[in-house]
């Protein structure tokens, strides 16, 4: 048998999950049609709502969520590490929820980070959409958002600029008469690709051109190789734009079996930098982004959100760095 939620009960009632916290708790601030109307359906369902009734309780626990999708753990060590780092500073505990796409479904991961009685939540997670955020924030808990640019209430955001880093990076071949770019999808990070093209458009724009070279993968295709072995037969570009390494060490593979040579027929950048950049051949030239300071920063902008600081800042941008490498030319 399916386990009735708060959402089931929710959704029954026609409310929104706080005003179902709030009947749960014996809040005087709901009306009382509404309070009978979300008591009937708890009593409809079957909803035992104790566990989540001791959660929902306004203590402090010193304790942050994390809630990072579990594909991103190679990209995500350094930033839980400065997360980590500031979390033993402030005696904070950090508590990891996972996302498997497919598998853990995001409203459950809410439920939990509910019951367990957090003080915050830091996510880096570019598939959470503010409605799913909206859910958090009708809780009054505090929420920073790590690699995305967001607004809401009580959400703070700490971020790189990735439309403005490919704004200036294509900018400069255009200038150069190298109008040829293309950007690879990156199925697993879609916010990123937005903001790679939002960038890259915005210098075409600049320029009185129109970019049209945003090439998505087909379903047919399992990977960026399997995709780029073939289209790279009929399609030549200037400069070709992977997010991750192993999309930009497709892109080399590719352009090496038809024989276009990387980079004096074409020029390759990765816009994660790892250690991998450095080790493949040619090395890739790519955007040094501060993993760690993501995470550091995160932690410490939640900590004036806990206590209420006048001067914190919702909206941090982080600096980045281009760095070529053989892959370019420059």
Known sequence: ????????????????????????????????PTKERVQASIEKLGYKPNAIAQGLALQKTTTIALVIPEASFTYTGQI????????????????LHT??????????VIEDIIKSRVDGVIIYNNKL??????????????????????KGENVSCVYVNI?????????????????????????????SCEQMVKGVKAAFASKGLKFDSYLK??????????????????????LMIGNRDSQAMAILNAAREN???????MEVVCIIDTKYNSMVRPQLS?????????????????????????????????????TPRQSTKN
């Open 259 to 265: 024989n276009i040579k990387v980079p004096e027929n």
């Open 286 to 322: 790519s955007f040094s982004i501060p993993s760690y300071d993501l995470g550091a920063v995160s932690m410490r902008v939640m900590t004036k959100m806990l206590k209420n600081e006048p001067d914190g800042d919702h909206e941090i941008e982080l600096s980045y760095l281009f």
């Open 163 to 191: 439309e403005k880093a490919l704004k200036e990076l294509a900018l400069k071949y255009l200038e150069e008469g190298k109008t040829k770019i293309a950007i690879l999808e990156d199925r697993k990070n879609h916010y």
């Open 99 to 108: 996302i498997t796409e497919g598998i853990t479904s995001i409203k459950d």
């Open 80 to 95: 839980i590490n400065g997360l980590i780092d500031v979390a033993k500073i402030y005696n904070y505990n950090i508590m």
């Open 217 to 238: 993968i087909p379903d047919t295709d399992r990977t960026s190789y399997a995709f780029l072995s073939k289209w790279l037969k009929d399609h030549k570009y200037d």
């Open 129 to 150: 959409d503010m409605s799913e955020m909206a859910e958090l924030s009708n809780f009054s808990i505090p929420i920073v958002v790590i690699g995305n640019k967001v």
């Open 1 to 32: 048998m399916k386990r009735v939620t708060i959402y089931d009960v929710a959704k029954d009632a026609g409310v929104s999950l706080a005003t179902v916290s709030r009947v749960i708790n014996g809040s005087d601030v709901v009306k009382t």
